[in-house]
């Protein structure tokens, strides 16, 4: 099978937008999580960014072009940082 053209397109936009969707995702589990200990809670926030990055890494390949990609991540992106943004303490 050859190597497809958007491969490169993937690639990114798993990296870049699944790097900030992990983090937005972190940040909804300290959110999410009040009833842990305040360290306990911080350490698995950290812990949860490698698997959502590296699941989003691999699942940019699934779309059927790099476009695709970059729009689902990006409407992920949005949605997971809006949902942070409302329920951020003033």
């Known amino acids: 099978m050859p190597i497809r053209r958007d491969w490169l397109a993937k690639s990114l936009a798993g990296a870049v937008l699944g790097g900030t969707l992990a983090l937005g995702?972190?940040?909804?589990?300290?959110?999410?999580?009040t009833?842990?200990?305040?360290?306990?809670?911080?350490?698995?926030?950290?812990?949860l960014v490698v698997p959502v990055w590296m699941a989003a890494l691999a699942l940019a390949f699934l779309w059927r072009d790099?476009?695709?990609?970059?729009?689902?991540?990006?409407?992920?992106?949005?949605?997971?940082?809006?949902?942070?943004?409302?329920?951020a303490p003033p």
Not at 25 to 33: H, M, N, P, Y
Not at 35 to 47: C, D, F, K, V, Y
């Open 35 to 47: 009833g842990l200990e305040p360290g306990i809670r911080a350490q698995l926030a950290m812990w």
């Open 25 to 33: 995702a972190s940040g909804l589990f300290v959110q999410a999580a």
């Open 66 to 87: 790099g476009w695709r990609a970059w729009l689902w991540l990006g409407l992920a992106n949005g949605l997971a940082w809006g949902v942070w943004a409302l329920g």
